[in-house]
T-cell receptor
Framework: NAGVTQTPKFQVLKTGQSMTLQCAQDMNHNSMYWYRQDPGMGLRLIYYSASEGTTDKGEVPNGYNVSRLNKREFSLRLESAAPSQTSVYFC????????????FGPGTRLTVT | GENVEQHPSTLSVQEGDSAVIKCTYSDSASNYFPWYKQELGKGPQLIIDIRSNVGEKKDQRIAVTLNKTAKHFSLHITETQPEDSAVYFCAARTYGGSQGNLIFGKGTKLSVKP
């Protein structure tokens, strides 16, 4: 099993450009999450999907959209990137919601200039 | 909403010593408290968790204690080894939205010196 995979690993965008971060898990998990990690800020939840077909906002959803494409895949889209979105983005999945172990991907380091 | 404070932000110990990281939370309804370890360049990984109906939980050299009255919980690592060097995050489950989510502390960078 690959666990949780994320693409790309690194990305540089100019202000105003758009991009989609891809995430896939092969553990048959129901729930998936997108976090951002900034220095000194810990992990903050952007969006999550409790189950296929549902999505909900987390702490910091502004400027992002998500799609739960199927049970395996959960993508994060930046429609018009801003320098404040420079961060490391982690995707995670869990079997049975927020109180079961979350398995994290390796992260995507995004820089917006 | 829930707020999780974590201390210290950095911690340096000698190999073989114990390390303690403390977190406080604000929402008395929180009932699930996981700890994650993040090694350099990797995603966080769960190392231990505790639920509010339990006061202490141990797993080999790692233990977590929970004081619901005071709303704080702590991670204890005994007989530290260089491979314990990492950033540790505490979290608390908050209620909101369709299932609530985890609120993370800001992390503690633990350095274990050989």
């Amino acid at each position: 099993n690959a666990g949780v995979t994320q693409t790309p690993k690194f990305q540089v965008l100019k202000t105003g450009q758009s991009m989609t971060l891809q995430c896939a898990q092969d553990m048959n998990h129901n729930s998936m999450y997108w976090y951002r990690q900034d220095p000194g800020m810990g992990l903050r939840l952007i969006y999550y999907s409790a189950s296929e077909g549902t999505t909900d906002k987390g702490e910091v959803p502004n400027g992002y959209n998500v799609s739960r494409l199927n049970k395996r895949e959960f993508s994060l889209r930046l429609e018009s990137a801003a320098p404040s979105q420079t961060s490391v983005y982690f995707c995670a999945s869990s079997a049975r919601g927020v109180e079961s172990e979350q398995y994290f991907g390796p992260g995507t380091r995004l820089t917006v200039t | 909403g829930e707020n999780v404070e974590q201390h210290p932000s950095t911690l340096s110990v000698q190999e073989g010593d114990s390390a303690v990281i403390k977190c406080t939370y604000s929402d008395s309804a929180s009932n699930y408290f996981p700890w994650y370890k993040q090694e350099l360049g990797k995603g966080p990984q769960l190392i231990i968790d505790i639920r509010s109906n339990v006061g202490e939980k141990k797993d080999q050299r790692i233990a977590v204690t929970l004081n619901k009255t005071a709303k704080h919980f702590s991670l204890h690592i005994t007989e530290t080894q260089p491979e314990d060097s990492a950033v540790y995050f505490c979290a608390a489950r908050t209620y909101g939205g369709s299932q609530g989510n985890l609120i993370f502390g800001k992390g503690t960078k633990l350095s274990v010196k050989p």
